[in-house]
């Protein structure tokens, strides 16, 4: 038995706080491993709805408490059941408070800045999988990302630091997602598509296999991409085209 819990304690660290997170061993129900644990507190950096779903994801997925900050305080104090304890600055001088941090903000820019902030004062940075979500044992997730409820992520992905993964997107095998990329609710990418840097795929969005999405790429809502997109376009339609303004 204390073989078996120094084992699950190896794995949640590495879950929670590795460079990249490897889901190997079989591990399918990540909740209960966490669960083994309860840790105790997690800070999030982003109180607004999304930050909501990351709070829920993360008590799902075992962690014990929860404490939001946000840069509109102290005019926001309450986000939901929870309240707002303060801002960025805040946060940076208390990491040590914690046993992880997480930033919970849908803009990709201001994300991944914050991230990097939170990194560079040593943070615990978290990684967040909702335990209704599917993941294969072969993906690797970097750092500060989410995977959110009805998530499946297939075989050999690998998922760069502070992405979000929404609620029923899928991404399949061999794909690779630079740092910070949002693919939205109910978003699809076939199998070995490359997505840039701080790249957003709207929601219902769908691309063909083997495409490449370049950095800061916007795919709109409902779009269906069969071609690759260079850096910095943004496309919309069935099949998408570039928008121009």
Same mark, same amino acid.
């Given at each position: 038995?204390?073989?078996?819990?120094?084992?699950?304690?190896?794995?949640?660290?590495?879950?929670?706080?590795?460079?990249?997170?490897?889901?190997?061993?079989?591990?399918?129900?990540?909740?209960?491993?966490?669960?083994?644990?309860?840790?105790?507190?997690?800070?999030?950096?982003?109180?607004?709805?999304?930050?909501?779903?990351?709070?829920?994801?993360?008590?799902?997925?075992?962690?014990?408490?929860?404490?939001?900050?946000?840069?509109?305080?102290?005019?926001?104090?309450?986000?939901?059941?929870?309240?707002?304890?303060?801002?960025?600055?805040?946060?940076?001088?208390?990491?040590?408070?914690?046993?992880?941090?997480?930033?919970?903000?849908?803009?990709?820019?201001?994300?991944?800045?914050?991230?990097?902030?939170?990194?560079?004062?040593?943070?615990?940075? /978290?990684?967040? $999988?909702? +335990?209704? !979500?599917?993941?294969?044992? #072969? &993906? @690797?997730? *970097? %750092?500060?990302?989410? =995977?959110?409820?009805?998530?499946?992520?297939?075989?050999?992905?690998?998922?760069?630091?502070?992405?979000?993964?929404?609620?029923?997107?899928?991404?399949?095998?061999?794909?690779?997602?630079?740092? /910070?990329?949002? $693919?939205? +609710?109910? !978003?699809?990418?076939?199998? #070995? &598509? @490359?997505? *840039? %840097?701080?790249?957003? =795929?709207?929601?219902?969005?769908?691309?063909?296999?083997?495409?490449?999405?370049?950095?800061?790429?916007?795919?709109?809502?409902?779009?269906?991409?069969?071609?690759?997109?260079?850096?910095?376009?943004?496309?919309?339609?069935? +099949?998408?085209?570039?928008?121009?303004?």
């Amino acid at each position: 038995m204390a073989e078996k819990i120094s084992y699950v304690k190896e794995v949640k660290a590495r879950f929670l706080f590795g460079h990249f997170l490897t889901l190997g061993d079989n591990l399918t129900h990540y909740g209960r491993v966490l669960a083994l644990f309860s840790m105790r507190s997690l800070a999030i950096l982003g109180a607004s709805g999304h930050g909501k779903v990351v709070a829920e994801a993360a008590l799902l997925a075992g962690w014990g408490d929860v404490s939001f900050f946000d840069d509109a305080w102290p005019d926001k104090r309450r986000i939901g059941r929870w309240g707002v304890t303060g801002d960025t600055a805040a946060l940076l001088n208390a990491v040590d408070r914690f046993d992880g941090v997480i930033v919970a903000i849908g803009d990709n820019t201001i994300r991944l800045a914050k991230l990097r902030a939170l990194q560079s004062v040593g943070a615990h940075i /978290a990684t967040i $999988i909702h +335990p209704a !979500a599917v993941v294969s044992s #072969s &993906v @690797r997730l *970097g %750092e500060g990302t989410v =995977v959110m409820a009805g998530v499946v992520i297939n075989s050999d992905t690998i998922i760069g630091e502070g992405g979000i993964l929404n609620t029923a997107c899928s991404v399949d095998h061999d794909c690779l997602l630079g740092d /910070a990329v949002h $693919i939205s +609710p109910g !978003a699809h990418l076939a199998g #070995s &598509v @490359r997505v *840039g %840097e701080l790249a957003w =795929v709207g929601i219902g969005a769908a691309v063909r296999q083997g495409l490449n999405i370049g950095r800061l790429v916007r795919v709109g809502a409902g779009a269906a991409v069969i071609n690759d997109i260079a850096d910095g376009r943004t496309v919309v339609g069935v +099949p998408a085209k570039i928008l121009v303004s």
